[in-house]
């Protein structure tokens, strides 16, 4: 039996729905495509290394691509982490992350994979104070 490549070409992103405290409904999150990943990442570089990366803008602009229900735009999960508890966009991108599978990904691209390694690679970045 032969291979049926026209299966590779077909989107089969697994969604899933993530409980937020204090929320009667959870929010809806899809997988991101590894496409989605490289361009945001790419976008948000600004310079060659990992500690240019803008963290910020980089896991806002992922969570709104990843986000089904409810849509919000990169500046509307913006305004939602400058409302929310710490930990509540956190808690989103890491089912995002591990829906996606990227923390393999990461540890393969050098993109941070978990919070400890996000907050050293915003921590590192020149002119910030170590913290």
Do not use: C
């Not at 495509?33 to 990442?41: G, M, Q, S, W």
């Not at 930990?87 to 994979?113: Q, Y």
């Amino acid at each position: 039996m032969a291979f049926d490549k026209a299966g590779l070409f077909k989107p089969r992103l697994a969604e899933r729905e993530v409980a937020l405290p204090g929320f009667p409904e959870p929010v809806r999150i899809r997988a991101l495509t590894r496409d989605e990943v490289v361009r945001v990442r790419d976008a948000h570089m600004h310079g060659p290394d990992i500690e240019d990366l803008d963290v910020i803008s980089y896991e806002n602009e992922l969570t709104s691509l990843a986000l089904v229900d409810p849509a919000l735009t990169p500046e509307e999960v913006a305004q939602w982490s400058e409302a929310a508890p710490a930990g509540e966009l956190s808690l989103v991108m890491d089912e995002i992350r591990s829906l996606s599978a990227m923390d393999e990904e990461a540890a393969k691209s050098g993109v941070p994979g978990n919070r400890r390694e996000r907050r050293a690679a915003v921590r590192a970045r020149p002119g910030r104070a170590a913290g």
